[in-house]
Nanobody
Framework: QVQLVESGGGLVQAGGSLRLSCAAS????????MGWFRQAPGKEREFVAQ????????YYGDSVKGRFTISRDNTKNTVYLHMNSLKPEDTALYYC???????????????WGQGTQVTVSS
């Protein structure tokens, strides 16, 4: 089992920045690819970003490319999502997820956090 706890969400004005964190416990964190997903009310869960177990490879959804950066610190069992140039359409509940073969598909992840709310005002 892997337990994931997100933090860092909040209310920010358009154009602002936030950094989300996801702290992991349980099994060996560095075994897992990590992903960030988001879900807005009435919409399907959307892939945001993924980072490989080593941190050497990253992948982003088209809507956040160039604005968001995913990173991880395996010594702290934590993955981060740095969000810049935020837009109102980024408003959503943001989830982190862990999967041995995690990629851009939610079904490839085995463990999920409870989510942290990000609200971007115009």
């Amino acid at each position: 089992q892997v337990q994931l706890v997100e933090s860092g969400g909040g209310l920010v004005q358009a154009g602002g920045s936030l950094r989300l964190s996801c702290a992991a416990s349980g099994r060996t964190f560095s075994d897992y690819n990590m992903g960030w997903f988001r879900q807005a009310p009435g919409k399907e869960r959307e892939f945001v970003a993924q980072i490989s177990w080593s941190g050497h490879s990253t992948y982003y959804g088209d809507s956040v490319k160039g604005r968001f950066t995913i990173s991880r610190d395996n010594t702290k069992n934590t993955v981060y999502l740095h969000m810049n140039s935020l837009k109102p359409e980024d408003t959503a509940l943001y989830y982190c997820a862990a999967g041995l073969d995690g990629n851009n598909l939610a079904r490839r992840y085995d463990y999920w956090g409870q989510g942290t709310q990000v609200t971007v005002s115009s």
